[in-house]
């Protein structure tokens, strides 16, 4: 077997040089094996990383627009060309299936090219003669140095979704990845070394509390955006607010879908599977309650069944459909909910914990499991279970369903599936939900849109990338102007051009 790698912080352009006293352990958790360890940074190494970034926002935030966007460019071309080895990180940190990790690196690539549009976005409005010689225009700054604190379940599209908005807009940045699946974000860097962006404008800190509350309480950092579980969201929003921060902090979520009698149960039923298992239920997007509206739901439970009879789960370089959980904990903590839910008398339909996995016996494993007769008191409803467990809950009406998700303290994503324009518009107006899908499953916006939910899914009122993310990560100023005897001249009979 192979030593396990000593993943540390890249600051300034390179990796860290002293051992860490912490550390994390990294598996692979379709094996169980340790192939990592990852350095904890301690407050002094944070603050190492911020006066780096600090320094290299001095020159950053002048570098022009068309040298900024260069750099996008570049960092674009240069993913595209390599993502392969990028999902292959993720899939051993994160054990999601190799097709999958590429999927979400090429989201991630989504917001990588909506910012190398960054002159565009930029621009401000000018109001020419606004009194006797009198103009006023409006521009939009750099923060400074920016924080990101990433969950586990997306290593490499989660930080994609802010860094390459606030490194065009001027910004440096620092990411704290999870301590789950920190490699991602140090490749990352390297590529952004490659594509020759100066040191200290992209930096990765590892660590726990310790680092986040060190960023948090930290003068020298401007914002925070940070992905994460609800409570821990709720704990950065106040804690970076109190210090005088920009925060915007997208918690966990329970996203219901909603099958009406007259949709297409065989669409109905592909979505429920591909949205409900996909990534093993870790996405903050996964549908994991299904409300079945009138006679719909007998058939589609056994339609529902019957695809989950086809899916294998295992390695996810072994081309299976779903891979393992990410640790053992937190599988256990899904069967946990899965024996709560049989306890409180959901019907089990198919039991994930007998799943039978292409894969080594030391991996993360839970296959699929679907429930049927769930009601709103119970766990396997009311609480994010973050795994591959669906539950269908049966209603009578339209109005049941959107109270039941109205209700719901969570709110950020939600599907329709319908073939009446007219209730797929209603309840698109009714629903109390950030992102909205009709017929769609997970509907995550595409870069030029913003992502975020609503209720206890966000803290703060910044949606991530889209016009959202621009503004997040720059400050407006207004100029007023009156120039009363402009000179201005010089020859010049070159073409004109950037510089
Ligand atoms: P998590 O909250 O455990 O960790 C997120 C980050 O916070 C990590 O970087 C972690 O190191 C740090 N952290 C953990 N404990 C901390 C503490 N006590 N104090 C300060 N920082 C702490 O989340 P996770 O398990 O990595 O990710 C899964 C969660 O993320 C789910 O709830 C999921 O819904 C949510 N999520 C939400 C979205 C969204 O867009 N709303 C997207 C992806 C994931």
Not at 219 to 230: A, E, Q
Request: net charge negative; glycine share 12%; charged share 20%.
């Amino acid at each position: 077997m192979s030593e396990p790698t000593r993943i540390t912080h890249w600051i300034d352009g390179k990796p860290f040089g002293a051992v860490a006293d912490r550390s994390g352990v990294v598996r692979d958790p379709a094996t169980g094996a340790m192939s990592g360890r990852v350095d904890f940074a301690t407050s002094e190494v944070v603050d190492e990383a911020v006066a780096a970034a600090k320094i290299a926002f001095g020159e950053w935030r002048h570098a022009s627009l068309a040298r900024r966007s260069q750099a996008l460019f570049n960092f674009r071309e240069l993913l595209n060309a390599r993502k392969g080895e990028l999902a292959a990180i993720i899939t051993a940190e994160q054990g999601k299936t190799l097709a999958d990790a590429l999927g979400e690196v090429s989201r991630g690539q989504e917001v990588v090219e909506f910012a190398c549009g960054i002159p565009h976005l930029l621009k401000g409005g000018y109001s020419e003669g606004v009194s006797t010689k009198v103009d006023v225009y409006s521009i939009r700054q750099p923060l400074g140095v920016v924080g990101i604190i990433s969950p586990f379940n997306f290593p490499a599209m989660v930080p994609m979704w802010f860094f390459p908005i606030a490194i065009a807009a001027g910004n440096t940045v620092i990411v704290k990845p999870s301590e789950k699946d920190p490699s991602a974000s140090n490749w990352i860097a390297e590529l952004w070394a490659e594509a020759g962006l100066p040191p200290g404008v992209f930096n990765v800190l590892h660590g726990d509390k310790v680092a986040v509350d060190a960023l948090l309480d930290h003068p020298d950092v401007k914002s925070v955006s940070f992905v994460g579980s609800t409570a821990i969201a709720k704990y950065v929003y106040e804690r970076g607010t109190s210090a005088g921060k920009r925060i915007q902090a997208l918690g966990g979520a329970k996203n219901h879908m909603v099958v009406l009698p007259d949709a297409n149960l065989e669409l109905a039923a592909d979505a429920a599977v591909n949205a409900g298992f996909g990534a093993a239920g870790e996405r903050c997007m996964a549908i994991s309650a299904l409300v079945a509206v009138g006679d719909v739901a007998d058939e589609l439970v056994s339609m529902i069944a019957e695809r989950v009879a086809t899916l294998r789960t295992g390695d996810g370089r072994r081309g299976c459909d779903m891979g393992p959980l990410v640790t053992a904990e937190h599988r256990d903590k899904v069967v946990s909910y899965i024996e709560a839910g049989v306890a409180a008398g959901a019907t089990l339909v198919v039991d994930g914990r007998a799943v039978q996995p292409d894969g080594e016996p030391g991996g993360y494993w839970l296959g699929p499991t679907l429930f049927d007769n769930v009601t709103t008191d119970m766990t396997v409803y009311s609480d994010e279970i973050f795994g591959p467990v669906l539950s269908v809950i049966r209603v009578d009406t339209y109005a049941e369903a959107l109270q039941m998700v109205n209700d719901h303290p969570y709110g950020n994503g939600t599907a329709i599936f319908t073939n009446d324009g007219g209730a797929a518009r209603r309840f698109q107006n009714e629903v109390e939900v950030g992102m909205v899908g009709i017929n769609v499953p997970i509907p995550v916006p595409m870069a030029y849109y913003s992502f975020g939910g609503w209720k206890s899914s966000l803290f703060g009122d910044s949606h991530a990338h889209g016009m959202e993310g621009v503004h997040f990560f720059t400050r407006g100023k207004v100029v007023t102007s009156r120039w009363l005897d402009p000179s201005q001249g010089g020859l010049n009979l070159g073409f004109p051009q950037n510089s």
